[in-house]
């Protein structure tokens, strides 16, 4: 039933949504990944090797520099108690396919921690739910085997219902695609071991949202990083393999 009416609803409202979807690209702000370096050694302690990987957010897309940006807040935020030997793998417009053919590229070093964030594309490109959870599979497996990953944290979906830079309806029905996603990737994710979605918990207002009324700002990806730094250490003192093995 719930197939049904997704297909139903985007059938009957495609051509508003085209249409409003071709105003949302000409007038809304194109900006760029934020310059700094994408790998690095920072901390001092056990070695936690870090990566991140996915999309324009992971990328920093919205702040000034990679230090105000994702990775950079997370690596200062972990630094206090670890030796981080970080990676940031990412880029603007990569759906879930991308960045798996974006892991596959990379060479096979382990990687303590592994964090994902993805997703948002596909909701507005419509990615197949079928396609969306294979995709998950695929990465997270990759990431276990090939890269020994032994904690893989998966970032839920943004409300994009709230987003600023989009008209209704077409802010409600891709709203509507990016929960459908978020919800099929923590049901599969509660059969996964070592393997979680973490949301990042700021509110969703102009003060956190980049220029483009699409993007995190420096205090969300402050927020964000806080919200992983805390999970990745909760991880460390709970796991009997300690980073760095």
Known sequence: MERWLHGALTLSLAPLLLVQGRWVRRRTPVLPEPPGPRAGVIGQGPVLRLLVVGDSSAAGVGAAHQDEALTGRLTQDLSRDFTVHWRLQACTG??????????????????????????????????????????????????????????????????????????????????????????????????????????????????????????????AYEAWAAALAERIRAHARTSQISPGR
């Not at 996603?181 to 996964?192: E, N, S």
């Open 94 to 219: 990569h759906k879930l396919a991308d960045v798996r053919a974006a892991v596959r590229g990379l060479p096979a070093e382990p990687f303590d921690v592994v964090v994902v964030a993805v997703g948002v594309n596909d909701a507005t490109g419509r990615t197949h739910l079928a396609h969306w959870l294979h995709g998950l599979q695929s990465l997270v497996t990759e990431l276990k085997q090939r890269h020994q990953a032994q904690q893989v944290i998966l970032s839920a979906l943004p409300p994009v219902h709230l987003f600023p830079a989009l008209p209704q309806p077409l802010r409600w029905y891709l709203g509507r695609c990016a929960t459908r996603l978020d919800k099929a990737q923590r049901r599969w994710v509660a059969g996964q071991p070592d393997c979680e979605v973490l949301g990042a918990d700021f509110p969703m207002d102009l003060r956190y949202m980049a220029q483009d009324g699409f993007h995190p700002g420096a205090l």
